[in-house]
């Protein structure tokens, strides 16, 4: 379970403050499980850990084995946003770090750029394997993971013929509408769908993340299991739940104490993903009408040696949220040496992972005496099962922030911007006129 520990904040908050977010958040608490705020037509996250049938992990599992009995070692997935940063944080907190699994399907992520040399050097890659592609967007239209699929699939009808191919691409998108399941319908794709109910930052718990984690040899049952023992907590109101605080204390600090900033910190590398998928999540549904606090992330103790600086000593618009792991999988002792010219002799017999908690505590310390609120959320170890329970304490605790806030969690007008631009300056039929407008500005 997730646990909280709010002393890091102590020095900086009024209880009397605290009391009244800690309220403020029970209120919000009261919309999300009535389902009567904004965006309440997108609650189907809610109840997915619970809710899930045992028949969809059973058809991921099924692609995964009907892949490898053609030998498939390669998945390319497809998407972007929502679509991809959950299923790319799981795989990347699971898996061995230098090692690719032999028993599992390689899983390499494509579309989330639009960069021609990462595609380039991608298909380098796909080249020399046996792929499949999973191509994943709720819409059927984004641009990013639209023209990777274009690439992808060319390749595979060309290698494999369009029978061939069709066998090794699955699509990830809407039940029944979108330029992606039109496509499916027609080339006889396996679907699976992305519930109408679930904005894409809200979907790691269902296909889209589901599918890829099975196809990289991790156990979604453990995480669905996880996700649902973190539920089963979060839905007790009160004030000692950690959601309910999670989210009164970052909106008290981003209110009372005017810190625009929340970094998300950890002290492990298999988290850098973690960052990026919690800012999409709180990026997206909290920066909207001119407020929401800046979600940043980084990793210690590697960015103490970059963005250590600003944090302790930088503009004073910081605060941090360390997510800590209470155990290591793995042991490394420190040896001793006869010379000790590196003077490490004092660290002699001790775990990397002691060095690394002291670090936290001294990093703890040093940055609450420079000004930088500390709010402390833990895990036991890194697995499946915490996974499944840190996504879903986030995007339960997204919920009731957003709404203390006073913004729809759940809906991303902001993200449209750039694409009527992007779609002008390509000059995509329908966008001629805002080309003349743009042509002018630039
Ligand atoms: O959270 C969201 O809704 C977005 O980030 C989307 O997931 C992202 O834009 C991809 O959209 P789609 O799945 O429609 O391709």
């Known amino acids: 379970m997730i646990k909280i520990n709010l002393a890091g904040c102590g020095s900086f908050v009024k209880e009397s403050d605290y009391k009244n977010y800690l309220s403020k958040a029970l209120d919000a608490f009261d919309v999300l499980d009535a389902e009567s705020g904004a965006g309440n037509d997108f609650l189907g996250w809610k109840t997915l850990p619970v809710d899930t049938p045992e028949s969809l992990i059973k058809d991921c599992e099924a692609v995964r084995d009907d892949w490898k009995s053609q030998g498939v070692d390669l998945a390319v997935v497809i998407g972007i946003g929502g679509s991809y940063l959950g299923a790319r944080c799981a795989i990347e907190a699971l898996s061995h770090q230098f090692v690719p699994r032999k028993d599992a399907i390689r899983v390499v992520f494509a579309g989330n750029n639009l960069s021609e040399d990462y595609l380039a050097e991608l298909m380098d890659l796909v080249y020399q394997k046996n792929a499949a592609c999973v191509v994943i967007s709720k819409s059927g239209t984004t641009t990013e993971p639209a023209v990777a699929f274009r690439v992808v699939k060319a390749y595979l009808e ?3 013929g369009k029978k061939g191919a069709a066998s090794r691409i699955v699509a990830i998108t809407d ?9 499916s319908t027609q080339e006889g794709y396996r679907t699976f769908v992305v519930p109408d109910n679930v904005g894409g930052r809200f979907s790691v718990l269902t296909p889209v993340g589901l599918l890829p ?7 979604v049952r453990a995480m669905l299991k996880g996700a649902a023992d973190e539920r089963a907590e979060l839905i007790k109101k ?4 950690a959601a309910v605080q999670y989210a009164a204390m970052r909106n008290l600090i981003y209110s009372k104490l ?3 900033v929340e970094v998300l910190v950890s002290y492990n590398p298999k988290f850098q993903y973690l960052g990026e998928w919690w800012k999409q999540l709180y990026g997206e549904s909290e920066g909207k009408d001119g407020k929401g606090i800046f979600p940043a992330s980084v990793n210690f103790t590697t960015d103490l040696h970059s963005m250590g600086q600003f944090i302790q000593d930088g503009d004073r618009t910081v605060f941090e949220t360390v997510v800590g792991v209470e155990k290591a999988h793995r042991s490394v002792v420190i040896g001793s040496d006869d010379q000790n010219l590196d003077q490490l002799n004092y660290l002699s017999g001790q775990h ?6 002291m670090a936290a505590l001294g990093t703890k310390l040093a940055h609450i005496d420079g000004g930088v609120p500390q709010i402390d959320l833990s895990v036991e170890s890194i697995d499946e099962y915490n996974l499944g329970a840190l996504f879903y304490f986030f995007e339960f605790a997204c919920g009731i922030s957003a709404y203390i806030l006073g913004v729809n969690p759940f809906n991303q007008p902001g993200v449209e ?6 779609f002008a300056l390509l000059r995509k039929p329908g966008y001629e006129a805002q080309t003349e407008e743009i042509l002018k500005r630039i």
Do not use: P, S
């Not at 984690?213 to 156990?219: E, K, N, R, S």
């Not at 990397?352 to 908690?357: G, I, K, L, M, R």
């Not at 911007?417 to 992007?422: D, I, L, R």
């Open 158 to 160: 060309q290698r494999y």
């Open 175 to 183: 039940a029944h509408k979108g330029a992606l399941k039109t496509l």
């Open 213 to 219: 984690i099975v196809l990289a040899g991790f156990d």
């Open 238 to 241: 009160g004030e000692g739940n």
């Open 258 to 260: 005017g810190k625009k």
């Open 352 to 357: 990397v992972e002691h060095c690394n908690a």
């Open 417 to 422: 911007a750039y694409k009527k631009n992007m």
